[in-house]
């Protein structure tokens, strides 16, 4: 079963313009995840939020966590046509085997 | 080698074949992961490794089986491969300290 799930499921936004994601978990993490995957290629991690942290940027990328609402988002400012991809956050809830990812959000970036 | 690689990067295989999918990492990562990735249902954990001489069940396990003979190579094999079995596999790998995980290229495998 799926521990976190992104919305939306697609979006589609003009070049220069923000996207944000969202993703909905549903027990205790220790930290969450976002990765993001081109077409056709493996993941590649952007960003990792503890359970203590309420905000953390990377460059472009800002990413929130509510441990209270189970909730995270990535905020993608001023969006590039390369930000073109699929996004999925990955929820930790510690041991090896207990990461978990979504089904993701596929970014499309309109030049 | 910089990373993770995997082979081949596609196979089609006929049902009730065996087939191994191999993966190699050179970051001296203690875990590694494969996952197989489905339209609409993401990734999901097959088998895990904390450490070489050690492997675990993740959540869909049935129809495959690991080894990790060394720190480097975790490959994944299909006793009898079925149609259900379908899929792009991903090889992982992580470090104790940072929780990140790093992904191959992954694998395209269509069984017939």
């Known amino acids: 079963s799926q521990q976190g799930e992104e919305d939306p499921q697609a979006l589609s936004i003009q070049e220069g313009e923000n996207a944000t994601m969202n993703c909905s978990y549903k027990t205790s993490i220790n930290n969450l995840q976002w990765y993001r995957q081109n077409s056709g290629r493996g993941l590649v991690h952007l960003i990792l939020i503890r359970s203590n942290e309420r905000e953390k940027h990377s460059g472009r990328l800002r990413v929130t966590l509510d441990t209270s609402k189970k909730s995270s988002s990535l905020l993608i400012t001023a969006s590039r046509a390369a930000d073109t991809a699929s996004y999925f956050c990955a929820t930790d809830r510690g041991g090896y085997q207990k990461v978990t990812f979504g089904t993701g959000t596929k970014l499309q970036v309109i030049p | 080698i910089a990373g993770i690689t995997q082979a081949p990067t596609s196979q089609i295989l006929a049902a009730g074949r065996r087939m191994t999918l191999r993966c190699t990492q050179d970051?001296?990562?203690?875990?590694m992961y494969w996952y197989r990735q489905d339209l609409g249902l993401g990734l999901r954990l097959i088998h895990y490794?904390?450490?070489?001489?050690?492997?675990g069940k993740g959540e869909v396990p049935d129809g495959y089986s690991v080894s990790r003979a060394n720190t480097d190579d975790f490959p994944l094999t299909l006793a009898s491969a079925v149609p259900s079995q379908t899929s792009v596999y991903f090889c992982?790998?992580?470090?104790?300290?940072?929780?990140?995980?790093?992904f191959g290229p992954g694998t395209r495998l269509t069984v017939l």
């Open positions: 992982a790998s992580s470090d104790l300290r940072t929780d990140t995980q790093y």
């Open positions: 490794s904390n450490t070489a001489g050690t492997t």
């Open positions: 970051m001296r990562h203690n875990a």
